[in-house]
Nanobody
Framework: EVQLVESGGGLVQAGGSLNLSCATSGFSLDDYAVGWFRQAPGKEREGVSCISSSDGTAIYADSVKGRFTISSSYAKSTVYLQMNSLKPEDTAVYYC????????????????????WGQGTQVTVSS
């Protein structure tokens, strides 16, 4: 059974940091690209970052470039999202998701590419 379980969310002040984890099971990170998405209240879900299965190539939304870093641990079957310099507008439920791909090029859209989704973890940034 494929599972993605997010953790690491919480309440943090603006300027602070959080490190989200996405623990995966039922598939290999060698075969799947893994992305992070977020959905703020009243807004559509948006892509944040994605990492390739082949060589760790990563892409980021413009709104988080330079502040967020995605990484993966094949040994732990876990993908991380280190979030620094957090802003109140980063407040959202954060989801990780995966789609089958061994390509270097990865995508955050369209979201229907993603086969599997986690349940999400809440991140709240206070001003």
């Amino acid at each position: 059974e494929v599972q993605l379980v997010e953790s690491g969310g919480g309440l943090v002040q603006a300027g602070g940091s959080l490190n989200l984890s996405c623990a995966t099971s039922g598939f290999s990170l060698d075969d799947y690209a893994v992305g992070w998405f977020r959905q703020a209240p009243g807004k559509e879900r948006e892509g944040v970052s994605c990492i390739s299965s082949s060589d760790g190539t990563a892409i980021y939304a413009d709104s988080v470039k330079g502040r967020f870093t995605i990484s993966s641990s094949y040994a732990k079957s876990t993908v991380y999202l280190q979030m620094n310099s957090l802003k109140p507008e980063d407040t959202a439920v954060y989801y990780c998701a995966a789609y089958f791909s061994r390509a270097t090029t990865v995508h955050l859209t369209p979201q229907w590419l993603y086969d599997y989704w986690g349940q999400g973890t809440q991140v709240t940034v206070s001003s």
